[in-house]
């Protein structure tokens, strides 16, 4: 079968190779994709929100089944615009319908869901502008720190967590003036929960689900988790304190009810559903929806997959999932970002990236993340670079082989973490 690919980090090269390993595949086309996607598949030149460009892709290389990485198609919308289209309705889209999206492009819609459903999350309300005193009042209500979200899509920045009242109200302020434009114009605020977080995947057909390897992140840029937020500098799988008594409570009290919920109100998703979770005291509470896989977890994740992707996803878009195969590699895997310096804030892109041929003793694969291709050199792209990802038979080794193939690889200005999966031996 003929597979497109909509996305261009390190997510998409993770999916784009496991794809190409698949018996089943005729042809895999990304778009946009990047240097490393261009290895594994045909890239072309078409952005993720160009819905007719999209269509021209789809027909004039007679795909099969369309994979969306990111949320922004998604949320806009593409599963439906698939679904209206006479000459598109056959051709299935692995994601959610816009309405199963807002789980991830509302928090106030994914809150509201949760608290329908009985799903354990922080207890919050939401606000619009004309609601700023009793946001005030819900804000001296709860403990300090403050956390408040910008209801819509903010490229990860719509999340603050502010220590003093007096802060918190001012920012409040701000967000329903108008600091995140539309995102902003509802702002939830929450009850802050102090536990450890981790990133939970599964497939779902609408009506059952498969669950994949679990996978934690590290946001922060700096060591210890501090600093600025980033779209995440590593990731490892599995984690340890999400042990088998803990996955039983995420999917009785979760997952299940999340499934169930979507189906009890007629919301159309089959695709990735991405549980944001935190563990308070070894209770897992939502921290977030998201209506795809996560980056840079998939890049841990995926490589975990010994099964036939190919198959998860014809099982999710047909309806059958419960028959469809998943095996899970025993192994750790642990996924180092390399990054441009200067990111998440101003960066330099261009710089030719040397040492990208595996060396003989890595048991390595090196996605890309933010790259582009230019007469045989390939050059950083992005503030995200590069996602070493390497198996172990402990979350250790598979760190110290991510980190040994780090060193092999330069670019001006590189920067990694040195401290990725700190917190979990
Ligand atoms: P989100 O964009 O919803 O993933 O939020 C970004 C990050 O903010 C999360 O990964 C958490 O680390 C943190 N966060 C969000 N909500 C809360 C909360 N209620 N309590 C503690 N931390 C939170
Ligand atoms: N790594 C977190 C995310 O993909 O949202």
Same mark, same amino acid.
């Given at each position: 079968?003929?597979?497109?690919?909509?996305?261009?980090?390190?997510?998409?090269?993770?999916?784009?190779?496991?794809?190409?390993?698949?018996?089943?595949?005729?042809?895999?086309?990304?778009?946009?994709?990047?240097?490393?996607?261009?290895?594994?598949?045909?890239?072309?030149?078409?952005?993720?929100?160009?819905?007719?460009?999209?269509?021209?892709?789809?027909?004039?290389?007679?795909?099969?089944?369309?994979?969306?990485?990111?949320?922004?198609?998604?949320?806009?919308?593409?599963?439906?615009?698939?679904?209206?289209?006479?000459?598109?309705?056959?051709?299935?889209?692995?994601?959610?319908?816009?309405?199963?999206?807002?789980?991830?492009?509302?928090?106030?819609?994914?809150?509201?869901?949760?608290?329908?459903?009985?799903?354990?999350?922080?207890?919050?309300?939401?606000?619009?502008?004309?609601?700023?005193?009793?946001?005030?009042?819900?804000?001296?209500?709860?403990?300090?720190?403050?956390?408040?979200?910008?209801?819509?899509?903010?490229?990860?920045?719509?999340?603050?967590?502010?220590?003093?009242?007096?802060?918190?109200?001012?920012?409040?302020?701000?967000?329903?003036?108008?600091?995140?434009?539309?995102?902003?114009?509802?702002?939830?605020?929450?009850?802050?929960?102090?536990?450890?977080?981790?990133?939970?995947?599964?497939?779902?057909?609408?009506?059952?689900?498969?669950?994949?390897?679990?996978?934690?992140?590290?946001?922060?840029?700096?060591?210890?988790?501090?600093?600025?937020?980033?779209?995440?500098?590593?990731?490892?799988?599995?984690?340890?304190?999400?042990?088998?008594?803990?996955?039983?409570?995420?999917?009785?009290?979760?997952?299940?009810?999340?499934?169930?919920?979507?189906?009890?109100?007629?919301?159309?998703?089959?695709?990735?559903?991405?549980?944001?979770?935190?563990?308070?005291?070894?209770?897992?509470?939502?921290?977030?929806?998201?209506?795809?896989?996560?980056?840079?977890?998939?890049?841990?994740?995926?490589?975990?997959?010994?099964?036939?992707?190919?198959?998860?996803?014809?099982?999710?878009?047909?309806?059958?999932?419960?028959?469809?195969?998943?095996?899970?590699?025993?192994?750790?895997?642990?996924?180092?970002?390399?990054?441009?310096?200067?990111?998440?804030?101003?960066?330099?892109?261009?710089?030719?990236? =040397?040492?990208?041929?595996?060396?003989?003793?890595?048991?390595?694969?090196?996605?890309?993340?933010?790259?582009?291709?230019?007469?045989?050199?390939?050059?950083?792209?992005?503030?995200?670079?590069?996602?070493?990802?390497?198996?172990?038979?402990?979350?250790?080794?598979?760190?110290? =082989?991510?980190?040994?193939?780090?060193?092999?690889?330069?670019?001006?200005?590189?920067?990694?973490?040195?401290?990725?999966?700190?917190?979990?031996?």
């Amino acid at each position: 079968m003929n597979i497109l690919l909509l996305g261009s980090g390190g997510r998409e090269h993770a999916l784009a190779w496991k794809l190409a390993q698949s018996p089943k595949i005729d042809r895999l086309f990304i778009a946009p994709g990047n240097a490393g996607t261009s290895h594994v598949g045909t890239n072309v030149p078409v952005a993720v929100t160009d819905f007719r460009a999209i269509k021209n892709v789809v027909l004039a290389n007679r795909i099969d089944l369309v994979v969306a990485g990111p949320e922004t198609p998604l949320v806009n919308g593409l599963y439906d615009f698939f679904k209206n289209d006479p000459s598109l309705q056959d051709i299935p889209v692995a994601g959610p319908s816009k309405q199963g999206a807002r789980l991830e492009g509302s928090k106030s819609f994914a809150k509201a869901f949760m608290e329908r459903r009985q799903i354990p999350t922080a207890r919050y309300k939401s606000f619009t502008a004309d609601a700023l005193e009793d946001g005030y009042r819900f804000l001296e209500s709860l403990p300090s720190p403050y956390v408040l979200k910008a209801d819509g899509l903010a490229a990860g920045k719509g999340v603050l967590i502010i220590p003093k009242l007096e802060e918190a109200r001012k920012e409040l302020r701000a967000m329903l003036n108008g600091r995140f434009g539309a995102a902003g114009q509802t702002v939830v605020i929450e009850e802050f929960l102090d536990g450890v977080e981790c990133s939970v995947f599964v497939a779902t057909d609408g009506a059952d689900y498969k669950l994949l390897p679990v996978a934690k992140d590290y946001k922060r840029i700096g060591e210890g988790n501090t600093g600025l937020n980033t779209g995440g500098m590593g990731a490892v799988s599995p984690v340890p304190f999400a042990d088998g008594v803990f996955m039983q409570k995420v999917e009785e009290r979760i997952i299940r009810p999340t499934i169930e919920g979507l189906k009890a109100e007629n919301i159309d998703y089959k695709g990735f559903i991405f549980f944001g979770l935190i563990s308070v005291k070894g209770e897992p509470l939502v921290i977030e929806y998201n209506c795809r896989l996560g980056d840079p977890e998939t890049e841990a994740v995926i490589p975990r997959i010994q099964s036939d992707l190919v198959e998860l996803l014809e099982g999710i878009v047909r309806g059958d999932l419960k028959t469809r195969p998943l095996e899970i590699d025993k192994r750790a895997v642990a996924t180092l970002i390399l990054a441009s310096g200067g990111y998440p804030e101003a960066f330099e892109t261009g710089k030719e990236i =040397q040492g990208l041929d595996a060396p003989p003793w890595a048991a390595t694969v090196v996605f890309h993340s933010g790259t582009t291709a230019r007469e045989g050199k390939v050059l950083t792209g992005g503030g995200r670079v590069l996602a070493v990802s390497s198996y172990g038979s402990t979350l250790k080794e598979a760190l110290t =082989q991510s980190y040994k193939r780090a060193g092999t690889i330069h670019f001006e200005k590189m920067f990694f973490r040195t401290d990725i999966g700190f917190d979990l031996y």
